[in-house]
């Protein structure tokens, strides 16, 4: 199987428009268009009868005590685990492209709804976790919300997009289902699985 994702090219940076956050020299990061690429995909194997899409980003510090402060550096030898950016599942079998924007256009402040979206049905991303202290920003983000690593991390991150074609129709995944919720419910099902990898820095000293 095959997969593409508009603009962003293997192991090459992420577009800035497709970014939730975007350097600023004033402020360090400033609010990006954070629209979901375009991604296409093709050769599904025969049987497939759905499909996930998903893309996270395993490179965030398992510890955020010095994120975004000021005099301080997100060590590269800190733990890193994953983050979940983007959840789409049960998407019909008959789909193999979704067009740019359709699922993000925007930063929503307090997040989007999870549930039937679009296309598929939106999982909930780690910015649900990671805003949980911000009072303008606190809620429940699902579906696409694109890259905003530290700006004071020493190490680039990384964003794999990924698409999984599966033998069933529907994982019977609701409600508030993460990351690790589809993971779990789609093992053993996978019939074939194709990525894409970009990357995305707000650290000028590695732009």
């Known amino acids: 199987m095959k997969l593409k994702v508009q603009g962003i090219e293997e192991g090459q940076p992420v577009p800035e428009k497709f970014a939730f956050g975007v350097y600023s020299e004033e402020d360090h990061m ?8 375009e991604t296409v995909w093709e050769d599904a194997p025969e ?4 499909f996930v ?3 996270f980003d395993p490179d965030v510090p398992s510890v955020a005590d010095d994120v975004n402060q000021e005099g301080k550096t997100v060590a590269k030898d ?3 685990v994953d983050f979940f950016h983007w ?3 049960d998407v019909p079998a008959t789909i193999s492209r979704i067009p740019e924007g359709e699922d993000s256009d925007g930063v929503i402040p307090k997040g989007k709804e999870p549930g039937p979206g679009p296309i598929g049905i939106r999982g909930v991303n780690n910015y649900t976790q990671f805003l949980a202290g911000n009072p303008d920003m606190a809620g429940t983000y699902a579906g696409y919300d694109g890259p905003c690593p530290p700006w004071n991390d020493e190490i680039i991150h990384h964003y794999h997009f990924e698409v999984h074609a599966l033998d069933v129709e529907s994982l019977g995944l609701s409600g508030e289902f993460d990351g690790n919720d589809v993971r779990e419910a789609m093992a053993g099902h996978v019939l074939a699985s194709a990525r894409v990898t ?3 820095t707000l650290n000028p000293e590695l732009r």
């Open 30 to 37: 400033n609010f990006g268009p954070n629209r979901n690429p």
């Open 47 to 50: 049987g497939t009868r759905s």
């Open 53 to 55: 899409v998903m893309m």
């Open 78 to 80: 800190l733990p890193r």
């Open 87 to 89: 959840l789409l599942v």
């Open 198 to 200: 970009g990357t995305y």
